[in-house]
């Protein structure tokens, strides 16, 4: 670990970090998250009740979309050529609500972390979003890197810390 940000050079200002010197590697991130929500309302996204359509199938896509538009909503995020973009919605009864998960690829000089966790947290916005007129309680939460690899840094596991 550096004892300096990254993002901000020696006056203090911010920056995008120039990556140019790097080598390209393999990189792959995974983040989790989850939306609580009334059980009622976990049973009409499941059972397809729900007006505005397929809620699971809608926040898939948007959770793709999203990372592929990091760099559009995170200032000082490089823009990368993503390989790999998967996003798994889970109904989980013990919340109630919705898990999820998303994990993306790149051959690259700079991580997918934000790119992972953009698409966890655009797609369970879009759960709230189709699903807000039936429960606006709902609350999202959990949000956090799982795990990535590749890179300097190497490899590291929630888990485990490392």
């Known amino acids: 670990m550096t004892d300096k940000l990254s993002h ?3 006056s203090g200002e911010a920056k995008m970090v120039d990556v140019s010197g790097k080598a390209e590697t393999a990189r792959t991130a995974r ?27 809608v ?3 948007a959770g793709v979309m999203a ?16 390989t790999h973009i998967a996003v798994e919605l889970s109904p989980d ?8 998960e998303a994990t993306v690829s790149t051959k690259g000089r700079t991580g997918v972390e934000m790119e992972a ?3 966890v947290s655009v ?3 879009t759960v709230y979003d189709m699903a807000k007129a039936l429960d606006r309680g ?7 890197l799982a795990e990535k690899s590749g890179g300097l840094s190497g490899k590291y596991s929630r888990l485990d810390g490392m």
Request: glycine letters at 6%; a positive charge.
């Open 117 to 119: 966790l953009t698409a």
């Open 59 to 61: 926040a898939r896509i």
């Open 67 to 82: 990372a592929k538009k990091t760099a559009d909503l995170i200032p000082l995020c490089h823009p990368l050529t993503l």
């Open 123 to 125: 797609a369970l916005l």
């Open 138 to 144: 709902m609350t999202i939460s959990d949000i956090s």
């Open 8 to 10: 901000v050079d020696d």
């Open 93 to 100: 009864a013990s919340l109630p609500g919705i898990r999820a």
């Open 31 to 57: 983040a989790t998250g989850a939306i609580r929500m009334r059980p009622e309302t976990l049973d009409a996204i499941l059972t397809a009740q729900i007006k505005k359509g397929d809620v699971l199938g």
